[in-house]
């Protein structure tokens, strides 16, 4: 299996621009997460999804951001309108039990 | 105050030295204990985890947990410079919300 795949591993834009995110979780896994990390607060859990169904999305920042699994083999963390705050490591982890969480290479985003 | 707190380091050892990382922790609620090692650049990776007091051991690898003192520790037997990363320590509460220590650097010197 190929693990987790994000995409893009690097992502540059401006302030105000719509920016997404993309994540592949390994096939058969029934928990999807996605997590921000920066130096400042670590690693911060933002949403997870459980059979493709949003359970907890208390850790989501603002309205501007969104995230959707359409279904089993896809993700995206959307932040719209994006803002220099937001520049950050995003990772997206899959888990056939939840506790053993698989983490993906993730996105570098900055935010000019 | 932190859910959870963990020394930054960074921490610098020679081949072969043993390693203690340690988290401290506030919350009662916390059942699940992990710890994740990251590599430069990469995403974290699961080294163990365990719910219960005592400790768990895997290879050169030793979680330890004293939930009474509220203190989570990972030990590293006869390190190797491809120990070197960051390890995180990480817990879950009884609602199922994941928190994170922020992670100390570790260099293991040839």
């Known amino acids: 299996d190929a693990g987790v795949i994000q995409s893009p591993r690097h992502e540059v834009t401006e302030m105000g621009q719509e920016v997404t995110l993309r994540c592949k979780p390994i096939?058969?896994?029934?928990?999807l997460f996605w997590y921000r990390q920066t130096m400042m607060r670590g690693l911060e859990l933002l949403i997870y999804?459980?059979?493709?169904?949003?359970?907890?999305d208390s850790g989501m920042p603002e309205d501007r951001f969104s995230a959707k699994m359409p279904n089993a083999s896809f993700s995206t963390l959307k932040i719209q309108p994006s803002e220099p705050r937001d520049s950050a490591v995003y990772f997206c982890?899959?888990?056939?039990?939840?506790?053993?969480?698989?983490f993906g290479p993730g996105t570098r985003l900055t935010v000019l | 105050q932190k859910e959870v707190e963990q020394d930054p380091g960074p921490l610098s050892v020679p081949e072969g030295a043993i390693v203690s990382l340690n988290c401290t922790y506030s919350?009662?609620?916390?059942?699940?204990f992990m710890w994740y090692r990251q590599y430069s650049r990469k995403g974290p990776e699961l080294l163990m985890y365990?719910?219960?007091?005592g400790n768990k051991e895997d290879g050169r690898f030793t979680a330890q947990v004293d939930k009474s003192s509220k203190y989570i520790s990972l030990f590293i037997r006869d390190s190797q410079p491809s120990d070197s990363a960051t390890y995180l320590c990480?817990?879950?509460?009884?609602?199922?919300?994941?928190?994170f220590g922020t992670g100390t650097s570790l260099t293991v010197i040839p």
């Open positions: 982890a899959s888990s056939p039990t939840y506790n053993e969480q698989f």
């Open positions: 096939s058969g896994h029934d928990y």
């Open positions: 999804f459980n059979n493709n169904v949003p359970i907890d």
């Open positions: 919350n009662s609620a916390f059942q699940y």
């Open positions: 365990t719910y219960s007091s």
């Open positions: 990480a817990m879950r509460d009884t609602g199922n919300q994941f928190y």
